[in-house]
Every structure is written in structure tokens, then in C-alpha cells.
């Protein structure tokens, strides 16, 4: 059984940086992709950003140019690096993998949470 770990949330002030890590029990790059998602409070839980293990990466509208995720294969862990924090950008954030392209991001971690305060 596949467990993911995220840690790195925290209260940072509008304008801040965060960098979240979601260590993985196995070999990351055995899964098809990576991803992080935010469940807001009240709201629905959304993708932020994933990865494949072609190293393809997709982000949200709403952080492009402010997010970045990558991966450390030796670690087997994948990070999400996050700039120009907004207000908006408070939830709690969740890492997830998906096996193949056909199936749905799953293996959901705790979560952290991050809180941006304006």
C-alpha cells in the first residue's frame, strides 16, 4: 500500500513562500504521474499541479507563474514550491498519485495546511 506524506504548510503573509514536500513509500517514478491538489474550506477539492513521470507538467490557471512542482527521484519525494502566496491560496493541500493515464489521482495523504494571511 502506497502512503504519501505531505509536510511544509505553515502561516506565511501574502507575498510569501512556502515549499510543501509529499514523501512517497515507494519508487515515484513506478506511478504514471504526481499531483498536488487544495480543498478550501466549504469548497471543492482542486488540482494545483501534476507531473508525470515524463516529467510533463500541468498547473491550475490560477497559479501559473507562481507554483512550481518537480520531483527528486533519489528521495522519492515531490515538492511543490510556492510563490507570491495569496489570500486565496489558503487550504489545505493534499499530494495524490495516479497508476495510469486511464485511472484517477488516489493515495491521498493527510494534507497540510497552509494559511496565507493578507
Known amino acids: 500500500q502506497v502512503q504519501l506524506v505531505e509536510s511544509g504548510g505553515g502561516l506565511v503573509q501574502a507575498g510569501g513562500s512556502l515549499r510543501l514536500s509529499c514523501a512517497a513509500s515507494?519508487?515515484?517514478?513506478?506511478?504514471?504521474?504526481m499531483g498536488w491538489y487544495r480543498q478550501a474550506p466549504g469548497k471543492q477539492r482542486d488540482m494545483v499541479a501534476t507531473?508525470?513521470?515524463?516529467?510533463?507538467?500541468v498547473y491550475a490557471d490560477s497559479v501559473k507563474g507562481r507554483f512550481t512542482i518537480s520531483r527528486d527521484s533519489a528521495k522519492n519525494t515531490v515538492y511543490l514550491q510556492m510563490n507570491s502566496l495569496k489570500s486565496e491560496d489558503t487550504a489545505v493541500y493534499y499530494c495524490?498519485?495516479?497508476?495510469?493515464?486511464?485511472?484517477?489521482?488516489?493515495?491521498w495523504g493527510q494534507g497540510t495546511q497552509v494559511t496565507v494571511s493578507s
Open positions: 495524490a498519485r495516479r497508476v495510469a493515464p486511464t485511472t484517477a489521482f488516489g493515495s
Open positions: 515507494g519508487n515515484i517514478f513506478g506511478f504514471y504521474a
Open positions: 507531473i508525470t513521470n515524463g516529467g510533463t507538467k
